[in-house]
T-cell receptor
Framework: SQQGEEDPQALSIQEGENATMNCSYK?????LQWYRQNSGRGLVHLIL?????REKHSGRLRVTLDTSKKSSSLLITASRAADTASYFC???????????FGGGTRVLVKP | DVKVTQSSRYLVKRTGEKVFLECVQD?????MFWYRQDPGLGLRLIYF???????EKGDIPEGYSVSREKKERFSLILESASTNQTSMYLC?????????????FGEGSRLTVL
């Protein structure tokens, strides 16, 4: 079964709005990562947050991590049409060394 | 610029055929991975390798094998392709660090088995 589960499965917003997606996981982790995938392409790494961090920023991206709730959120501010993609969270388990991916959130940003 | 190259973007094979998917990385990464991606299921790990000639099973290794004879190349083999192996296959690589590492992905190989 998947370690990470994203919510919502799909999201449609207007350009300029913020997009928020969530990821829940089941077991203890070493770190959590977010990736973007444009249609039919490979995944691109966006940001990594370690288990001892609570928040991290990268440009228009903001990631939070709540290990007590086993959840993370990705916020994309001031969205652009180019942000249209699928977004995946991936967890690196504390006792392991493999990334486990969730099912992804499909984001559509309308011009 | 770092690069993971998958040899074929699109393949069409017949049931029972032997299929080779090749992946090459130019970043001198120790770790290499093969995932398959299916709608609604996300990415599932098939096999991974931490060093030349080393391989470990992922979550769904049945029906697949791998080969890593050189550090830069990791091949996925379908000994006898079946229709349920129709999927997008993604290769990735990473450095061997203890503090967590990002994966670099290829563009994917979309395999259709008829």
């Amino acid at each position: 079964s998947q370690q990470g589960e994203e919510d919502p499965q799909a999201l449609s917003i207007q350009e300029g709005e913020n997009a928020t997606m969530n990821c829940s996981y089941k077991t203890s982790i070493n770190n959590l990562q977010w990736y973007r995938q444009n249609s039919g392409r490979g995944l691109v790494h966006l940001i990594l947050i370690r288990s001892n961090e609570r928040e991290k920023h990268s440009g228009r991206l903001r990631v939070t991590l709540d290990t007590s709730k086993k959840s993370s959120s990705l916020l994309i501010t001031a969205s652009r049409a180019a942000d249209t993609a699928s977004y995946f969270c991936a967890t690196d388990k504390a006792a392991g060394n493999k990334l486990t991916f969730g099912g992804g959130t499909r984001v559509l940003v309308k011009p | 610029d770092v690069k993971v190259t998958q040899s074929s973007r699109y393949l069409v094979k017949r049931t029972g055929e032997k299929v080779f998917l090749e992946c090459v990385q130019d970043m001198d990464h120790e770790n290499m991975f093969w995932y398959r991606q299916d709608p609604g299921l996300g990415l599932r790990l098939i096999y991974f390798s931490y060093d030349v000639k080393m391989k470990e099973k992922g979550d769904i290794p049945e029906g697949y094998s791998v080969s890593r004879e050189k550090k830069e190349r990791f091949s996925l083999i379908l000994e006898s392709a079946s229709t349920n192996q129709t999927s997008m296959y993604l290769c990735a690589s990473s450095t061997k660090t203890s503090g967590g590492r990002e994966l670099f992905f290829g563009e994917g190989s979309r395999l259709t088995v008829l």
